[in-house]
């Protein structure tokens, strides 16, 4: 009964009692977050910025106009490689459509470069209009993050929407 228990508690502390994922909900504020970090630092700067969308996994790059072609920010802390927390996955939709996300070759042979970024921020302060969604499979919970052609960035948790940040 004390084991039955346990679980149970742990089960509505990661869910909550009105059926809200907090997992779920906090990755999705550290993405949208970060994304408008990004935006930011893309006007502010006047460099192209990208987001590298894998399945359970995204990264953070820059293009690089010397080398032409886009090189990854993993040595900058807060836009590092991040892969998701056991149990959720990535959906990304570009113009309503569903994008087929692959996982990224990390040891690629010299010459070969990583594939571009699905989500672009330019240094003008556009980017791609996208809908990045969080899903747990084993609950179905799901949250996303929104951002228009202009770099607003908006929020939808697992029970209901958020106020746009």
Not at 120 to 145: K, N
Request: glycine share 8%; no cysteine; proline share 6%.
């Amino acid at each position: 009964m004390v084991i039955m228990a346990i679980v149970i508690s742990l089960a509505v502390l990661s869910i909550g009692v009105a059926g809200r994922d907090t997992q779920l909900d906090d990755e999705t504020r550290r993405v949208a977050g970060l994304v408008g970090l990004l935006h930011d630092r893309a006007v502010l700067e006047g460099r192209d910025f990208g987001l590298r969308i894998e399945p359970t996994a995204y990264e953070f790059v820059a293009y690089d106009t010397a080398k032409d072609r886009w090189i990854s920010l993993d040595q900058e802390g807060e836009f590092r490689r991040r892969d998701l927390p056991k149990g959720l996955s990535f959906e990304l939709q570009l113009d309503s459509q569903t994008v087929v996300l692959k996982p990224i070759e990390r040891n690629l042979p010299s010459g070969q470069v990583p594939p571009g970024p699905q989500v672009a921020i330019a240094a003008s302060g556009d980017g791609t209009p996208f809908r990045l969604i969080l899903m747990r499979a084993t609950s179905h919970a799901q949250a996303a993050v929104d951002g228009d052609a202009l770099g607003k960035i908006s929020l939808e948790s697992s029970d209901k929407p958020v106020n746009p940040t």
